[in-house]
């Protein structure tokens, strides 16, 4: 079942009444040479392409389309023959559209008809299994493709956008609808693998994946699909900021950029460490994955001085100020059997400046400093610095 | 006295009745065009009209959603005196002085306000192309209950014959044409934009006897034959378009604060500090995660009172309180900017301000 019909101007003219300049071929809808659907993320809808082939008659040619308000869908009626060219395209009174194509020779040419549909979107998933020993994350992406509309797609190619195009919605609101929700739930799931790969394309500034292979896309389906797996270096960090310690998965994406999404990861005896939020990464890009609280290590951060060091006068000899010092200590302890890579991010007073240990380093108002803990031993790190504070 | 006054008033009355011409009664107008403007459609109408000597009052049906302001009326072989409009009815008296008999024109201009206009540009950039291919679209829609009849269009100097029937839309091919110049390039301007990505954009100049305000359609060539990239408006009044099209998926921005110092400070009675002079140092990382060569302009926002010590790139003062510059990055290369700067006699925050 296709999206729209083409339907020859003999016929229109019969029942709408144009006038018999057209051209008449025979009267049988029009099916396309070859279907595209390109699936947008976040904006409901999905790029539809046609390559259509028309037999016109030189001069003047009529023909009819069906669809949901096409011309607010960024139709794009592309004739690929300089001898063909688009004159009009007008609504009609039974949810239709006549196109006027002018040929300056009879013949078989082909056209591009393009335009947006809603009810679809896509987004990414990952699972990943973490060899801790060999410091390697093996990624198993896949992308759900969800088609929220009744209508089958046979025989289509099938894409995703990775992308923020700026889209102007106009009377629909932005996402899914609640009635498409519902749909989603009730979605029957499908998944597919291929040999072949996803093969990737850039378009300007976005990425747009295509399936291999053609497929059928039934109405209030997803679609699973599976890029290949890839396989990354990690370097597990424990990031100590204002006294939290959280432990960080640090990888490069070598291969073609990854859309953000939910990433869960394993363990290689299979055990699970958690779900967590992926953040996408691009080629050559290094990203991060914060995978929660860290059991084989602790941290106490302890403030163990404060002192005023010189004190600022007004005119009627009352405090206003002080320049201050503060010393803040850090055990870390490390339980667990292997070394441990950490980083320290304290927060400093506007205009601090860092007195102490020459190995921390003053970036963006915060203090930072790396350092490594080896197997179950503790470390102690100190951290001082001088500011100005109003008084009182 | 009174019979007196009562016998003129009916010669008076017979000699302008005689003289009255009824536009709509008698015919039709000459000539109907029917003229698209930025953002909505004027009628002109031609009516050939017998001028006798003397005066001559011709009345007109104005149509109901037309003000008796929006009207624009010149006549041909006479003079225009007044006009009166009688408020019970929209018929309107149209008073001409002629000096001889003679073939006089009366031109009506009026706005059609139940016919919508909308115009569109559709851009469509083959990857190998230098500049983008145009179409210039108009959506014209007949939101009245009555059909209008074939008539004369005028839009963009270009006449169209056409009638539209009750809430009909049209969709023309106005023109197609080139870019004249067109340039991709992504922008970083958390300030203007209100976020930390970056934006790409299509920097065409166009002629300028097509520029309408309109929306502008954006696509791009890809395997899958056409690809949408975004869209805009624009106001159609500069032949220079800055169209923002999306956000770039792959360039990325990461800026520090290296260095600040406080220096200078003065205190007022309070022992407030109340003015200081700063030495600030910036990085930007730019990196291009593309297998293409990307352009990038960079905005970097700063208190008025700075003084530039140093710069790795070169600059420009976009204002008094921003400079900016551009950065042409290899595939996967990352490149990074240092600039250096000093404030003088702020009296709060720092020169390099955060958006």
Known sequence: MKKYSLILAFFLSIFFGFSPISHALLSQSVSPDESWLTIYQNIDRAWVVEKVTLSLEEGENRFFLTGDNLLRERLYFHPLDPLTSLKTIATTSANGYQVEIEAQEAGSYSFLLSFFMSGFNWKGRYMAIWDERDSLFYLYPSVFLSNHKSMTWENVHISWLLGEPVFLFEETARGIADEMKLAVEEARPRVMKSEKPVAMERVSEYQVFHLPYMVDFPGNSLLQVFPEMQKLSVKEVIRI????????????????????GWITIFRENQSVIGSFEFPGARTQEELEIPVGAVKDFRTERVEVSY??????????????????????????????ESSKAVEIIEPLPQGAELTGDENWKWEDGKAYLELTVEPDSEEEIVLQYEFREDWP | MKKLLLVLIIILFISGSALAQDLIVEKNPEEIFIFAGDSSFYQKETWVVELQPGENIYSWEKPFSVQEEEVFIQVEGGELVSLISDSSNESTKIIIVAEEQTKGKIYLIFPLLYLDLNYLYQYFWEPDKNVPAGTLLVDITNEGQEPIPESHFIISGKEFIFGLKPYETKRLVVDEFQAVRAEKISRYNPLSYGDTDVHFFWDLFVSGDIL???????????????????????????PELEIKVGKSNDITIEEKIEKQDKLNQVYNREGKEVLYDTQEKKVYKVANRSPERKKIEVF????????????SVPLSRVESNQISFVLEIEPQEEVEVVLEVAGKNLTSGFAFRSW
């Open chain 1, 241 to 260: 900021e204002e006294g939290n310690e959280v432990r960080v998965l640090k990888m490069k994406n070598q291969g073609e950029p990854l859309p953000g």
């Open chain 1, 307 to 336: 002192k005023r060091l010189k004190a600022d006068w007004n005119k009627d000899k009352d405090v206003v100020g002080f320049w201050s010092q503060k010393v803040i200590r850090f055990n870390l302890l490390n339980h667990g």
């Open chain 2, 212 to 238: 309408f305000p309109a929306k502008i359609e954006c696509f791009e060539g890809s395997t899958s034959g056409v690809v949408f990239l975004g869209e805009s408006y624009t106001l159609g009044e500069s």
């Open chain 2, 300 to 311: 970097v926002p700063l208190q008025e009172s700075y003084e530039l010590i140093s710069h």
